[in-house]
């Protein structure tokens, strides 16, 4: 009897251990399903929250109109972008470009506590290249466009300077300043603009580049606000074979990546028969051969030569023409793409507004194409500008052996005929240094091209240095080099396009 309970005891404890083994797994398997409910649940409210983000680039906090001038009320739309615009104002230099910051004392003629390093003081060879011209008394590193407008207003070269309103068009925000001298016509502001003297310009300007200056308030679609660059790519596609040319209205998305940040960055002159027009030489073509025939077909000269009498023509910073001269814009690779890459922000993918060297984050900007490592790409860029500071520096030691040996032929009296065709060569290789020194890519953004515009430099200072000895420029070279050098040009080009 014993036994038998013992037996039935063991029995119901069996089927109780089971029991509560079975009502154990039915718990875990609800709260694991539970939790794996609860996970996939916050997933989607999280791709679903993610793509609204994406959905809604801007915030419409206020409402944005072509009369929006001030950026910070687009930041209210758009802060992530705005944050990084408000970051132009950091100086972060490369091994050759960009700023390196100088303390100074404030005073009544010049208010700002810091400024930017001396191109001059690092190479004095500026000074005799553009002796008897402002840039030969102070020109600095360029800072971010946070100082473009304060750098330009307290240079010595306008306060020491009477200076024309055409200088402000590439240092202010200037739709505003369009707006008012023209009474809402933006072409008759910019005539305004170009007519006045810096002095009387600059009252009106409110502060540097801003939003209103890229973008369309109400689309956000890139635009172009500046009259010389809207009547400058006419001029190029008219030379390119394409007639009625309206940039806002047949450029593409990828091109005004590029287009916006040439309203600025590109070889320029004030056209004094039309009341300092700013006026882009492009009519010929970009190359710099054909930028140079323009030049000597309009007879343009920036300044005479303190040292030698020559009459020169001033080159200002290409970075659009020689970039469109290179591998990359064959390649399809925009300004924006490189300097203002595209970052991450939640779902949001966000237009880099602080404008920096790509060498400053090589994965964010080159790593887009380029699968090597960050210190590779930035190894191989560098040896790019290392070589082009050889170049550059040889070809300038040429200019400066030209100009002073033309000083000395002078004083002795050699005959003008020679000096006169000296200095001819003394202008064109003056331009043509002066054209990739003032870039300020340092020989990256066409490197083959660069060279080949540094050997065209260095040539014409040998022939001269040869006219100093009499001989004549049909001995030198072919009596219509320019025209020889375009028909080679040509060729060449055709025959890559082949």
Known sequence: MSKKMSDNETTNNDAKAVRSWSASKILIAVIVTALVTFAMTALLLNILERKNEAAQPSHNVVELTDTTYDPAVWGQNYPQQYETYLQTDEMVPTRYAGAHAVEQEPTEDDPRTEASSSRLEEDPRLEIMWAGYPFSVDYTHARGHEYMLIDQMYTQRVTDFNQPGTCLNCHASMPEIYNELGDGDMNAGFDAVNALSYEEAVEHASGPIACIDCHNAETMELQI???????????????????DYDVNRDATTDEMRSYVCAQCHVEYYFDGDAGN?????????????????????????????????????????????????????????????????????????????????????????????????????VNRVETIQDRFIVSRDQTFDALVSLIYNIEAAIEDGVDDEAIDLAREYQNKASFYLDYVYSENSYGFHAPDYIQSILMSSMDASRNGELALTGKTAEELEPSDISQANLERNEQRRSAANE
């Not at 400058?232 to 394409?242: H, R, V």
């Open 225 to 243: 606000t500046r009259p010389a660059f809207i009547n400058g790519i006419a001029d190029l596609k008219a030379a390119e074979g394409i007639e």
């Open 277 to 377: 027009r700013l006026t882009f030489p492009w009519s010929e073509g970009i190359h710099i051969d054909e930028i140079w025939e323009y030049y000597q077909k309009d007879g343009h000269i920036d300044f005479t030569h303190e040292i030698t009498g020559a009459e020169i023509v001033k080159a200002q910073h290409p970075e659009f023409d020689l970039w469109r001269n290179g591998v990359h814009a064959d390649a399809g690779v925009s300004c924006a793409d490189c300097h203002m890459a595209y970052d991450r922000a939640g779902a949001q993918k966000v237009t880099d507004h602080q404008i920096n060297s790509p060498l400053l984050d090589t994965n964010q900007s080159c790593g887009t194409c380029h699968s090597d490592d960050s210190d590779v790409l």
